[in-house]
């Protein structure tokens, strides 16, 4: 384990990571499975015990539910009458199979300096540097000089429709004010020519869940049938699959490309933005898809009976699609779906970038620098999709950053949604201390 560089708990007063592995080990402990429908157990317990720990500290904490145990938590923290920032991170987590796992998901097993379980980076690793670091801030008086709603919100494994959306829709007068939003999946680092590169989310990809359909004409296996709703469909998906998508470089990953540049003695260029990417190693499976659109065939469904030919016939798509790229991306969808096969959407959200600049670009910064003085720090794009689609939509500057150093030979980004998540106990300490510098700053 590294050493911290700079004041320590005792100069401080209090210790911003005492308690950030138990917190988050007790939030895995407690089953919060989305299953995209309504069949999970819902994050009610989870929002009652956040609401418990804030409630200790003296901390008001608000429940609201989207439906019944879909539940959000909201408190106000902090002095000052400034814009109050939003801090917010999600309760629920994608399913796990134990049977798939070297441990129970659900144990909260620390096992060879891992803290192990569904939302170990995904996210109730980030609600509980956030957690601990505002019980120990509260119990030693040292409230951040700037208003602050806390957030802890249902739903975002499944589009925030339960979570997010709800609190924007229904309850803006708790965040209509917040002007700046910080979330997840950022302030990670990857490793590049022995350097650490922490990666602050400053963008994301917009979002399209597609349902592509195909109609043809029904009738017996043994005809020929040139109208058949299953053969157009699996041709449009095999286009979808194989089509290769240009390169594309948004403000944000041109930030990002350019500091790899230099470490790798070379301008960054499109011609070259592939080969740049593949200096982050295994990261370079998610910073792969930031700088072209994507579309991924992931389901299929047609037919009753192998010998007869069905009317119709349905596929979904992951659509991916990056700012200022919206139209080139449908335009080609729809060119690859061809006449015969029409989509709709599941799930149809904005991408958003912010400018990589301010203040909290620059505490974010410094509260690295800090505790890892010979890093980098650049911006980048998300390929996925956080709550802050839907906080944007009431105006606030948003990024990411869940701080964590991490050990140059971690495939990190095969632990999102993925077998044996787990995330190490140092790295929860490290982002404790981290954050808490952070909002010395905001």
């Known amino acids: 384990m590294e050493t911290r560089t700079d004041l320590g708990s005792d100069e401080r007063g209090y210790d911003p990571a005492a308690e950030v592995v138990d917190i988050c080990r007790d939030l895995i402990r407690i089953d919060t499975t989305n299953y995209g ?12 015990h956040v609401a418990s720990l804030l409630d200790e500290v003296g901390i008001e904490a608000t ?5 019944p145990g879909r539940a959000n938590v909201l408190a106000r923290w902090g002095e000052g009458d400034g814009d109050p920032l939003l801090l917010h991170g999600h309760l629920d987590v994608v399913p796990a199979d134990a049977e798939d796992w070297a441990v129970h998901p659900f144990s909260g097993q620390i096992k060879d300096g891992y803290l192990w379980g569904p ?30 709603v806390l957030c802890f919100t249902a739903d975002e494994e499944a589009g925030g429709h339960q979570g997010a959306e709800i609190l924007v829709e229904r309850h803006a007068d708790w965040l209509a004010d917040c002007t700046e939003a910080i979330g997840e999946v950022g302030g990670f680092s990857a490793t590049v020519r022995g350097r650490r590169v922490y990666l602050i989310e400053a963008a994301e990809k917009g979002m399209a869940w597609m ?34 998508w ?62 007869v030919i069905p009317t119709e016939a349905t596929a979904h798509v992951d659509g991916r699609f990056l700012p200022g ?5 449908f335009a080609t969808m729809a060119e690859l779906c061809g006449e015969h096969v029409s989509y709709d959407f599941v799930s149809h959200q904005q991408p958003w970038e912010t400018p990589y600049d301010g203040h909290l670009v620059d505490a974010m910064t410094r509260s690295l620098l800090a505790e890892d003085p010979d890093a980098l720090v650049a911006p ?17 500057r948003s990024y990411g950053f869940a701080p964590l150093r991490l050990p140059a030979d971690l495939d990190f980004t095969a632990l999102f949604h993925g077998v044996d998540e787990r995330v190490p106990v140092d790295a929860l300490e490290f982002g404790a201390r981290v954050f808490d510098r952070f909002l010395d700053g905001i």
């Open 211 to 244: 349902r592509l359909t195909s109609r043809g004409r029904a009738g017996h296996g043994s005809m020929i049938n040139r109208e058949n709703a299953v053969t157009e469909l699996a041709s449009a998906v095999a286009r979808i699959g194989a089509h290769d």
């Open 380 to 396: 980048y794009l998300m390929s996925g999709g956080t709550d802050a689609k839907h906080f944007r939509k009431l105006g606030m």
């Open 119 to 148: 939302g170990a980076v995904d996210m109730k690793d980030f609600d509980a540097m956030l957690l601990s670091c505002v019980r120990a801030r509260t119990r030693a008086g040292a409230l951040p000089q700037r208003p602050t």
């Open 63 to 67: 429940i609201v539910e989207g439906t």
């Open 325 to 329: 790229f919206e139209d080139e991306f």
């Open 246 to 307: 240009p390169v594309r470089l948004t403000p944000t990953m041109e930030v990002l490309l350019a500091s790899i540049g230099e470490l790798a003695g070379t301008a960054a260029t499109p011609e070259n933005a592939d080969a740049l990417i593949e200096e982050f190693g295994s990261a370079a499976r998610m910073l792969g898809a930031v700088i072209r659109n994507t579309a991924n065939p992931t389901m299929l469904e047609a037919g009753y009976k192998v010998n």
């Open 37 to 48: 429908d309504s069949s999970g157990p819902g994050e009610r317990k989870a929002a009652e």
